[in-house]
């Protein structure tokens, strides 16, 4: 695993193929933080639990591939919003973590070599990935009235224009996507007025093999001319959208389609921070996944 053009990875973990041993689940545990340990043991659901370790474990490999840091010394925060970041001083990297139905992703990115850069003008990056599907029971259209307030009116165009309900569910969650990532780039969770932020959508297909960069934004009304959007499929169920700002129009995105990565990958190089908790670990494995996916 290497990083590609201009410090880019995009990962995806297929979730629904994992399904950790108790060494497995001894090697994961002691290679978050210990605080990081406290907040999934809350999870009820093993779904919810394993795609929360996987994401923790996904940002550690990217930022020891990324800058070189021992593995046990990293240290991540979290913002008052909730978003991770890197504690140590002095590297130049950004990522965000996304896990929903079979996926979760990370996009990371070597942000800059010029350090005198404001921090207004770092590059930035925020990442979502979106099952294509809908299972809410009512009526399409019902559904889309209620979920009137979260887009604007040319988003709802765009959504209603396709021509089958498969194609605006699609247009739908795309769009959903699309926002989450800018608004995980950004950080501020949902307390911006969605309809304030719109996508103008041109190319019409996603695919696996070839990533969509034409999606513009505009929020109250003004031109975001600073961010850029990649859009792609990582199965014909999952769609994701990277969100950056700030990261120069020579660097080619077109090429970071999501590569799939195993455990393996995933710990390669790992030095736990903790020592094995059995208890904690029969624990976690007492719980239940919520359905097979
Ligand atoms: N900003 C960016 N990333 C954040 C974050 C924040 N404020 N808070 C947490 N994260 C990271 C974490 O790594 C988190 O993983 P963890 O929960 O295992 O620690 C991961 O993002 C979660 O991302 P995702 O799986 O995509 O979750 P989400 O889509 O349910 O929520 C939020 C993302 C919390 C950042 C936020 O945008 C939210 O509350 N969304 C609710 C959905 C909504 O109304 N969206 C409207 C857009 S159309
Ligand atoms: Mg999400």
Redesign the pocket.
């Known amino acids: 695993m290497s990083l590609r053009n201009g410090g880019h990875v995009r990962w995806a973990f297929d979730l629904s193929g994992w399904r950790p041993t108790l060494t497995d689940l001894l090697l994961a545990t002691s290679c978050i933080q210990p605080e990081e340990k406290q907040?999934l043991a809350k999870f009820v659901f093993r779904d919810d639990f394993n795609?929360?370790i996987i994401?923790?474990l996904m940002?550690r490999r990217f930022v020891q591939l990324a800058t070189g840091l021992q593995y046990d010394r990293i240290q991540f925060g979290?913002?008052v919003?909730?978003?991770?970041y890197l504690k140590n001083e002095g590297f130049m990297v950004d990522f965000?973590?996304?896990?929903?139905g079979r996926y979760a992703v990370l996009a990371g990115m070597l942000t800059s070599g010029d350090e005198s850069l404001e921090l207004a003008a770092m590059p930035k990056i925020?990442?979502?990935?979106m099952k294509i599907e809908y299972a809410g029971g009512k009526p399409l259209t019902e559904f889309f009235r209620l979920m009137n307030r979260?887009f604007s009116d040319e988003e709802w165009r765009y959504i209603r224009s396709r021509n089958h309900e498969s194609e605006q569910i699609e247009a739908f969650m795309r769009n959903?996507c699309l926002?989450?990532s800018y608004?995980?780039?950004v950080?501020?969770?949902?307390t911006v007025d969605?309809r304030n932020i719109s996508f103008t959508i041109k190319s019409n297909i996603l695919s696996r093999n070839n990533v969509i960069c034409d999606s513009t934004l505009k929020v109250n009304d003004e031109f975001m001319r600073n961010w850029r959007f990649e859009e792609s499929l990582i199965d014909e169920n999952h769609c994701v959208a990277v969100a950056l700002e700030n990261v120069p129009p020579h660097v080619d995105l077109s090429q970071n389609c999501f590569e799939i990565l195993d455990y393996s990958e995933l710990m390669e190089g790992n030095i736990p921070l903790l020592a094995n908790d059995v208890s904690y670990c029969e624990t976690v494995a007492s719980k239940d996944y919520k359905k097979v996916k």
Do not use: T, Y
């Open positions: 907040r795609a929360s994401g923790r940002m979290r913002d919003k909730g978003k991770p965000n973590v996304s896990h929903q925020g990442v979502d990935v979260n959903w926002k989450e608004v995980k780039n950080g501020v969770g949902i969605l």
